[in-house]
C-alpha cells in the first residue's frame, strides 16, 4: 500500500509571487504520481502527472512538478500564481501496472490562497 | 462525450433510510472507483471495481455496498444511513493499463444526513 503527504494544509501567497506545494509518498513498490486541482464546489481536474522518464513534468495552467525518487517526493511549482489559482491541490500516487493495487491514493489536500 | 455523470447532485436523507448514488461513464473506462471527500481528509477511497463483476474494498467500506453489473455503471449504496455519512461522494474512472493517465472525475454528489 501507498500513502501520501502534503506537508502544508494552507498556502497563501501574493499575487504574481511564486508557490511551492510540496508532497511526500510512501509505497512498498513503484508508483505513478499526480496533481489535481478542484476549484470551490467542483470536481477534480488532472493537473499533471509523472509516469516515467524526465523528472520534471510540466502540466496545465503554468504548474511544473519534479520527481525526486531519493527524497520521495513530488512537489508543485508555479513561478506567477493568479488569483484564478485559488483552489485546493492534491497529489496522488497509483501504483505501476502488475504491482497488484489499483488503488488511487490521495494527500489531504492544500489550499492555496491568492491575495491581490 | 458527457465524462463521468454522477446523480442526484444533493439530496439530504434522514438516519436510518437507504438511497443509491448513481454512476455512469461513456468512455469504456474500466477501472472505476467511489471517493469521499471531507474537510481535511481529503479523499479516501470506499470501493473500487476493476470490471464488470469485479468489485473491491477501499479504505473506509463500512455501510457502503457496491456492484457492477455493466461497464458503464458503478451504483453506490447506503443501506442504513448515518450522520457520520455526511459527506461529498466523488465517482471516479480510468482505463485498465492506462490507469496511469489519471482518472476522470465525475462532478460529485453532496450528501447530508440528518
Known amino acids: 500500500a501507498q500513502s501520501v503527504t502534503q506537508l502544508d494544509s494552507q498556502v497563501p501567497v501574493f499575487e504574481e509571487a511564486p508557490v511551492e506545494l510540496r508532497c511526500n509518498y510512501s509505497?512498498?513498490?513503484?508508483?505513478?504520481l499526480f496533481w489535481y486541482v478542484q476549484y470551490p464546489n467542483q470536481g477534480l481536474q488532472l493537473l499533471l502527472k509523472?509516469?516515467?522518464?524526465?523528472?520534471l513534468v510540466k502540466g496545465i495552467n503554468g504548474f511544473e512538478a519534479e520527481f525526486n525518487k531519493s527524497q520521495t517526493s513530488f512537489h508543485l511549482r508555479k513561478p506567477s500564481v493568479h488569483i484564478s489559482d485559488t483552489a485546493e491541490y492534491f497529489c496522488a500516487a497509483f501504483p505501476i501496472p502488475g504491482a497488484g493495487s489499483y488503488q488511487l491514493t490521495f494527500g489531504k489536500g492544500t489550499k492555496l490562497s491568492v491575495i491581490p | 462525450n458527457a465524462g463521468v455523470t454522477q446523480t442526484p447532485k444533493f439530496q439530504v436523507l434522514k438516519t436510518g433510510q437507504s438511497m443509491t448514488l448513481q454512476c455512469a461513464q461513456d468512455m469504456n473506462h474500466e477501472y472505476m472507483s467511489w471517493y469521499r471527500q471531507d474537510p481535511g481528509m481529503g479523499l479516501r477511497l470506499i470501493h473500487y471495481?476493476?470490471?464488470?463483476?469485479?468489485?473491491d474494498q477501499g479504505e473506509v467500506p463500512n455501510g457502503y455496498n457496491v456492484s457492477r453489473s455493466t461497464t458503464e455503471d458503478f451504483p453506490l449504496r447506503l443501506l442504513s444511513a448515518a450522520p457520520s455519512q455526511t459527506s461529498v461522494y466523488f465517482c471516479a474512472s480510468s482505463l485498465p493499463g492506462q490507469g496511469s493517465y489519471g482518472y476522470t472525475f465525475g462532478s460529485g454528489t453532496r450528501l447530508t444526513v440528518v
Open positions: 509505497s512498498s513498490v513503484s508508483v505513478y
Open positions: 509523472y509516469l516515467s522518464g524526465s523528472t
Open positions: 471495481s476493476v470490471g464488470a463483476g469485479i468489485t
